[in-house]
Structures are given as C-alpha cells and as structure tokens.
C-alpha cells in the first residue's frame, strides 16, 4: 500500500468510520493529487471534506428496492397505527442515498392511504451531495427498474431526462446530513418505530460495524423494527439483534444475556423456496396489485447460477429455515445437509448452511460452505458479502478481497436497469 492510499484511508477512517477497498481508494487518488491529501488533508464540515467522502461513496438503489422489504413495513407500520390510533409512526432511513428508500416508503404508505400526519420519514446520509439529490426529489431512468412503471406515471412527473417526485410524498419525509457513528449528531432521535438500515456494515471494519450496529439500536424503539440487508443479518445479531419470525432482514432488539449463536437469523433469500406466510393485510395486498411492489420488478440480489439448478427435496429448505429461525441450529444444519445429499449443486442450499454454521460459531465450516457457494455462482452476491464480513472478523486479508467482488457485483448490476 502505498503513503498516500494509508493516508487517505486513515483520514477516512477517522473523520467517518468508513473502512473503504483499496479499489475505491486508488480510484480516488487516481482523480486527485496524492500530494495534495498528504500534506493538507481535508478538514471534516469542508467543501473539500465533502468532496473526498463523495468519491469514496458512490450511493447506488432505485425505486421499491427489494420488493419484500417494503411489504414487511407496510405491514408493521398498519399493526402499529392499529394498536396506537393517537401516535405517529416515526421511521428513519439510513443511509438513504439519494432518497429513493424514503420517497418508496412514501408511496406505498401513500398508496395504501395511510396520510403523512400519520408517519414521518426520516432519511440521514453521510453524503451531503446525496441529500442535496434527495431534497430535490429528481431522478433518472436509472431509479426506476422493471417492466412495470405504472407507479413512476401516479407518482413522479417527467421533466426533460428526469422525473419530479410528487409533493403528495414530500409530506410524508424530510432529509439531513449526519454520520451513524457521530455521538453529537443522533443521540436526540431515538426512539423510532422503523429503521431502514441496508447495504451499510459492509463499508466498515470490526469495530465500526460494532459501534454501528449499537447506535442503530440506540436509535430503535425497544419494541421497533430494523429492516437490515440480507447478508448484515448477522452482524447486526451479534451486536443486540435478534430474528424477527416473519423475515430474515427483519429484526428486533434482543434482551441482554441471550448468546450470540441463539440470537442470529440464519434463513436465507430464497423466493422461489419461502415457507409460505400470512397474507397481507387486504389494504397491503391492494398496493402489491396496484403495482407498488410488482412482480416484475427486481428482487433482491441472489445466485445467478452457472447452470440449471438442481432440483430440491420440496420441504428441506423451509424445514431448514424453520429449525433456523427457532434457533435449533443442530437440527437446521442436519435439514441443510439433507438438501445438500440430495442436490449436492445447489449454490442456494450451500449459502444457507454457512449462515447456519457461522451463527453455531463454526467459522472455519462457514468458510468453506460459503466458498463452495461462490464456485457454484460467482456472483452469489450474499456469500460475497458473507464471506467479506467473515475474514474481516477474524481480521485476515482475504476480507478485502471478497469486498471488492461484491461492490463490483453491486455495481455491474446497480448501472443495468433489469
């Protein structure tokens, strides 16, 4: 590593907590003069500052990301209001990049008639030009993915290459500039009701993925809801969280005293193998019809195998899952092992059981079950992740590696509109 990529990652690292690849590093300094960070390094609350950490990171989502996740919300906002008619529902997005999270919260809250002065959209970036995009409420052709758009026509007006957001959306949100690991910054906002919280931890080391995840839980309600990213699950668990029952990205605050291998989700992104749920409430499933989370629109990242896959035993993931989310992980890795005699290339079937492992605290195994993931698919975009957040826990090099297949994975698929 050369002087100036250690001092800029140093510099980073302590103004913001953020730990980036020496991919995006040597990006920057390829853009900057390398001298120039060396010897007069930014200041924090600068122009300049600014600039650096809006190299470093590059906010990349779209409209109703991950359609389920915003299904599971409306869901527990509806519970909520249900069981406190008097109070509002406060909800926060962090980060929320350009605002896509916060104004598609927005809508379906707005589709399914829920008014603003019933809920409050917080959302909080560290990027100052990224809150500046989502005050303007503009965006691009790039910020909405899938065959059907017919929400893009209700909700946003063209405007030349752009669409306008509807001030009907405004109402519910509002916007601000701030750092998760800041200590002066978001003591004062504790106490939401719905935390959004996805595609964050991967961007720290250890530590800033422990002190992150404390402040997210410092920010909750004790009874609230963190919306996490699928393969984050676990680090947020190991750090107060555990599995809520009706999703692995939904998690609530865990009780202090419960170990660590008891509180961590382990089920993996599977669509086409969910154990089937309760329906949506009637005013849920209206918005799913109406084409506020289509079916034709992206879910979230998963395998893109390299062949046919392997046909499953019909019950031996959702039994696996089952046993998971119970915590009884003998018994989910026994289920996963069963798929696996059955379906040895399953990429999906192999993902799950390093989740399984890794949350027995059986690493090593995790490792190797991951790694077999990959070469089955190697742009399962979760194990990437996994194993990323893994080797950077047991603090080797091989982390950094992974981190990079994964953020060239996100990219790719980020800048190509499905």
């Given at each position: 590593m050369s002087h100036a990529t250690a001092t800029l990652r140093k510099l980073l690292h302590a103004r913001t907590g953020l730990a980036p690849s020496d991919a995006d590093l040597e990006r920057v300094l390829r853009e900057r003069a390398p001298g120039a960070l060396a010897e007069h390094a930014p200041q924090p609350g600068t122009p300049a500052f600014e600039d650096l950490v809006d190299q470093v990171v590059v906010p990349e989502s779209w409209m109703l990301r991950d359609p389920a996740v915003f299904a599971e919300a409306l869901r527990f906002v509806q519970a909520r209001l249900a069981a406190r008619p008097a109070a509002q529902v406060r909800i926060l997005s962090l980060p929320c990049a350009g605002g896509e999270e916060p104004y598609s919260m927005a809508l379906v809250l707005a589709q399914a008639g829920i008014p603003a002065a019933r809920c409050r959209i917080d959302g909080i970036d560290l990027s100052q030009a990224a809150i500046a995009r989502a005050r303007a409420g503009r965006f691009t052709r790039n910020a909405f993915r899938g065959a059907d758009l017919a929400f893009r026509a209700r909700w946003f007006t063209p405007c030349g290459d752009e669409y306008q957001v509807d001030e009907a959306l405004r109402a519910y949100v509002g916007f601000s500039q701030g750092n998760l690991l800041d200590a002066d910054v978001l003591p004062a906002r504790a106490g939401y009701d719905l935390v959004f919280c996805r595609n964050l931890l991967i961007y720290f080391d250890d530590a800033g993925r422990t002190r992150a995840a404390q402040a997210i839980r410092a920010l909750l309600a004790d009874d609230g809801l963190l919306l996490s990213g699928y393969a984050e699950a676990p680090s947020f668990c190991r750090h107060g969280f555990a599995p809520a029952p009706q999703a692995c990205f939904a998690l609530?605050?865990?009780?202090?005293?419960?170990?660590?291998?008891?509180?961590?989700?382990?089920?993996?992104?599977?669509?086409?193998?969910?154990?089937?749920?309760?329906?949506?409430?009637?005013?849920?499933?209206?918005?799913?019809?109406?084409?506020?989370?289509?079916?034709?629109?992206?879910?979230?990242?998963?395998?893109?195998?390299?062949?046919?896959?392997?046909?499953?035993?019909?019950?031996?993931?959702?039994?696996?899952?089952?046993?998971?989310?119970?915590?009884?992980?003998?018994?989910?890795?026994?289920?996963?092992?069963?798929?696996?005699?059955?379906?040895?290339?399953?990429?999906?079937?192999?993902?799950?059981?390093?989740?399984?492992?890794?949350?027995?605290?059986?690493?090593?195994?995790?490792?190797?079950?991951?790694?077999?993931?990959?070469?089955?698919?190697?742009?399962?975009?979760?194990?990437?992740?996994?194993?990323?957040?893994?080797?950077?826990?047991?603090?080797?090099?091989?982390?950094?590696?992974?981190?990079?297949?994964?953020?060239?994975?996100?990219?790719?698929?980020?800048?190509?509109?499905?």
């Open positions: 609530r605050k865990q009780a202090p005293g419960v170990p660590a291998h008891a509180r961590t989700p382990v089920r993996a992104p599977l669509p086409e193998l969910r154990t089937p749920r309760p329906a949506l409430p009637p005013a849920a499933a209206a918005v799913v019809r109406a084409a506020v989370l289509p079916a034709s629109l992206p879910a979230s990242p998963t395998a893109v195998p390299t062949a046919a896959p392997a046909p499953l035993p019909p019950d031996a993931l959702a039994q696996a899952r089952e046993h998971a989310d119970a915590g009884r992980l003998p018994e989910a890795e026994a289920a996963c092992r069963t798929l696996l005699a059955a379906a040895p290339d399953s990429a999906d079937a192999w993902f799950l059981l390093g989740m399984v492992e890794d949350c027995g605290g059986k690493p090593q195994a995790a490792d190797a079950s991951w790694r077999r993931c990959v070469y089955l698919a190697p742009e399962h975009y979760e194990a990437l992740c996994s194993l990323a957040l893994l080797h950077e826990r047991l603090g080797d090099a091989a982390g950094a590696g992974f981190r990079q297949r994964a953020a060239r994975i996100f990219a790719r698929r980020g800048s190509t509109p499905a």
